[in-house]
């Protein structure tokens, strides 16, 4: 696996690999991609509350503090952790089919942390 190989020479090359667990990366945030899109449709997801019934300031401002809660907790990770950088897989091409790829964990990632490119 090409993350694999990163790492391998990373560390060769000197660097100290820290290994992220799923639930301090809050991976669970998102339903696996091993699920159909029909599937996924039907998953309950437990990490906002229903806000289908709310107008849609109020769904705005309900995925906006969970963010920033999410966003506070990778900060506490990035820090306590000291870490550099974070490898994750992408995609094998540019400009993937949305919503036929599966999970771009590094664009999600990316996305949610607000993270801009060099």
Known sequence: MATE??????QAC?????PLSDYNCEADLVPSVKYTHTQARD??????PDISKDDRLCQLA??????????DDWRKIWFEDKLDL???PS??????????????????????????AP
Request: charged letters at 20%.
């Open 14 to 18: 000197g660097n100290i690999m820290v």
């Open 86 to 88: 974070v490898l994750c």
């Open 43 to 48: 998953l309950e997801y437990q990490f906002i």
């Open 91 to 116: 995609a094998q091409t540019t400009a993937v089919i949305h919503d036929r790829f599966g999970l771009p964990a590094d664009t999600t990632l990316a996305n949610v942390l607000d993270v801009r």
């Open 62 to 71: 309900v995925l906006h503090a969970k963010r920033a809660l999410i966003t």
């Open 5 to 10: 190989e990163a790492a391998r020479r990373l």
